[in-house]
């Protein structure tokens, strides 16, 4: 046994040579990582003895001291001449290995950060290793970092809480919230205790996973399994986690693929302003469909929802305009996961080639149908798709509301003007800003009083006790509704006997983003943009046409013609809310003149220096107002996830 223990010695070494002089090509390291060079205050940190640990040997990343690095590749393959002390030791180790005896003797090493660090036993590792070993025996102690803003560390101290229950190391998340989310599709409790059975059942499973997510090339274009993991988890149960195999999910993860790029990179959400132009080449222009098949998926119908009335007259105005080249039907009442999920079913069942799903709740079931049929194309109203299989629509309702915070200001009698939020979710701060900017630019002493309608109590009241006149109240999204006749939503003015007198409002016209997106697609311009690993969202403003301002006779005609201008100027570009000047409520310059980035204003979390009240969290809310802003929030990541029931 031991000439055969010769021979792989020989084989690793060759192996660990061969990565030396590649990574050496590429300018990497050479070498294991050192403890001591990768925290300097290894030594001054608090340390918490784990115990007897299987360590998953992908983690086993290096030692704790530089002693014998230079007997290593970054992979433990032995570099060392056979010859050395070192070769003779890691071939009566390897012998041990192919023999009955084994390597019994845990390593003892420390982790950090979720990766592990040998003191003793460094051999051994590169003995197991080699042999593709899954995990490896070890004596851990924990090197508990001290607490910081930094994400990585945020998810580290959230690890500790699911290893708590879990007992696994096997997963390692670079993003806080992450953890939770897990553990909630496991129908979990973070920290919850978990079996021996429950836990041996995941890891057997997740090995499978792991196959496929390397066989599928995610290792070599740097992602993380465990983040590719939680998109799958997002489409399937939990239930089809455990009984799939690696052939199974190579086909369910490989369905998701662009998905998973998307989500799990960098920068991959892409905000648009405009779909595509139609500008096609003779040959897309000859494969372009002559009719198209079109869905409408709502929640609640037009009795019940005024969301559901603006979409309903954007898919009218689309039906008259293309009258000709599209069948269209709308479905309503997708209001739990399960009705949506059967709707999107009978929808591709009628013969839906597109389909749109007109609140963002519907996300979910949206993105599971488009992996089920990759042939149809899907949209879902959200500001903030990740996923390729599902493109984005949404409205910068900030520039419509400059305009109202400037029609504010000027009929403002005692420089305070009242702001009805209606949920603290992405692009609603952009909005209570650009007002607040409105009217400081009409009236340089507009004081906004900020209050929720998605918090307890009447919204409306305290602006009575302190005398405000003026109030904008939440925002109908559709035109030529009756709500300016009463005052329940827009900008109004309250008379000295009470009534109010409506000015204005912004108004949603879908219909125009409809016809866009359905004449590129049947000018054959569509293709030419549909490969993609990013999530594509558009953005539309008030250049779209799919935003506007309604205004009421009421105006004068001075801020009348005040806010025609301000219209133009906006849609040509000449005009942009936050260009100048910006300080927060804290006094911190937020802008210095410079035109912000889509992104900046979609993922605003502050509030201008002129803005009073704040931002309510997640448990200040209504219940009722909760299934939305864990969709949209502002800081989703830190919202506890729902655990899901588990059949």
Known sequence: MITLAKDEYQKAQKAGLKEVRELTLKGRPTSPEVLDEVCPDVDKLAVQDVGSVEIPAGLIVGVKSAGRVPAFSPSFKPLLDEGTEFAAKWISLCDSHLGEAGIRDPILCYEYLGKFYVQEGNKRVSVLK??????????VKRVLPEEGDDPRLKAYS??????????????????????AKLAAYLGKEMGEPWSEDERRAF????????????????????????EALLL?????????????????????????????????????????????????????????????????????????SLWTTGHEKGRDYVEK?????????????????????????????????????????????????????PKVKFFNCSADVPFSSVRGYYCRAYEAKFIMGAIAGAMSENNKIGYIADYPILGVPASINAFALGAQMTNPKAQIVL?????????????????????????????????????????????????LTPLGAPCWLWGHFYERVLRSMLSGAWQQNRDTEEGINY????????????????????????????????????VSPFTRIVRSQDGALRCDGRELTNKELLYMDWLCENVTGRIPEFDQLLPISRALVRELGLHRESIPPEKEAQP
């Not at 009258?323 to 949506?340: C, G, N, Q």
Request: aromatic share 12%; net charge negative; with cysteine.
């Open 158 to 179: 959230e690890f500790l809480e699911f290893y708590r229950g879990s007992k696994l190391y096997d997963i390692q998340f670079r993003r806080p919230g992450d953890y």
């Open 321 to 373: 305009a293309l009258w000709d080249k599209l069948i269209v039907r709308s479905y309503f009442h997708a209001d739990s996961p399960r009705e949506t999920e059967e709707l999107l079913e009978q929808a591709v069942a009628d013969g839906a080639k597109v389909v749109f799903t007109t609140a963002p709740p519907l996300l979910r079931a949206t993105l599971k149908a488009a992996v089920k049929y």
């Open 451 to 499: 209050h929720w309608s998605c918090t307890p109590g009447n919204p409306l009241e305290p602006f009575a006790q302190e005398g405000i006149r003026v109030i904008s109240n939440r925002d109908a999204p559709a035109p030529g509704q009756e709500y300016l006749k009463y005052g329940d939503f827009g900008t109004y003015y309250i008379e000295d006997d009470g009534t």
């Open 130 to 139: 080699y042999f593709d070993a899954a995990s490896i025996p070890g004596v």
């Open 539 to 574: 953005w539309l403003g008030m250049d779209s046409g799919v935003i506007d301002v309604k205004l009421s006779p009421n105006v004068p005609e001075g801020v009348k013609s005040l806010t025609e201008n301000l219209r133009k100027n906006i849609k040509s570009g000449a």
């Open 203 to 226: 890891t057997g499973r997740y090995s499978y996973f792991l196959q496929a997510f390397t066989a599928l090339g995610g290792e070599a274009r740097g992602l993380l399994p465990e």
């Open 232 to 304: 799958w988890l997002h489409v399937y149960s939990y239930k089809e986690f455990l009984e799939s195999v690696t052939g199974d999910f190579k086909k369910t993860l490989g369905s998701l693929w662009s998905d998973v790029v998307a989500t799990t990179q960098k920068e991959s959400v892409s905000l648009k302003e405009l779909p595509e132009k139609e500008n096609p080449s003779i040959i897309t222009r000859m494969t372009a469909p002559a009719a198209l098949r079109v869905a409408f998926i709502h929640q609640k119908d037009t009795e019940t």
